[in-house]
């Protein structure tokens, strides 16, 4: 168990529950490659993995026809799809508790940054963060272990014990094990119990109450 310092949340499906603005975003961009996708549910797989992986593992697009999708899908979602989007119930007093216990909030997301802060100020959870770290909209650093590591990059003077990763996908998971700090997986998001499980997180929790037991009560700070 880690002396946690600084928590690092995934965005979607852990923050906010964005599923209408990113399957109808991915419907919008797939109907403009010829293809009709009228179940949204099915579009589910989109949410968390960067979207270069997710139309290339689901469509079976090269690169450069996943980067015309990521276009089309930017065209509907900059103008409404990231604000299709609804927050965790409880979560705006879950972050003014952590602030409140002097913890360092970052968001370690996939989503391009300028996306993600533009829904952190919809929200009016901005102001909890002192970092917002996503991919670049020219595609570079997409991974969830080169967004942790950039994190960790800009906290030299802590130990990896002091970090530790929230996430609702296995590439979350990943991540945090990759560059060697703890993770919390949570299942009210978009990944599965068997998903995360497989990869071996410090905690899997069901809800942002079971976060705040391990954050709050069971960490030595």
Known sequence: MGEYKIILFDLDGTLSDPKVGITKSVQYALEKLGIIET????????????????????????????????DFYRERFKQRGMFENELYSNLSPFLKSLKEQQYTLTVATSKPTVFSEQILKYFNIDHYFDLVVGSNLDGTRTSKTEIIQYILDKHKNYTLDNFIMMGDRKHDIIGANNVGIDSIGVTYGYGSFEELSEFNPTYIVHSIDQIKEILMTSIVK
Not at 44 to 69: D, T
Request: proline share 6%; charged share 25%; with cysteine.
């Open 39 to 70: 179940n949204l549910d099915k579009l589910e797989c989109f949410i968390g993995p960067p979207l270069q992986v997710s139309f290339s593992e689901y469509y079976g697009f090269n690169e450069e026809k996943s980067q015309k999708a990521i």
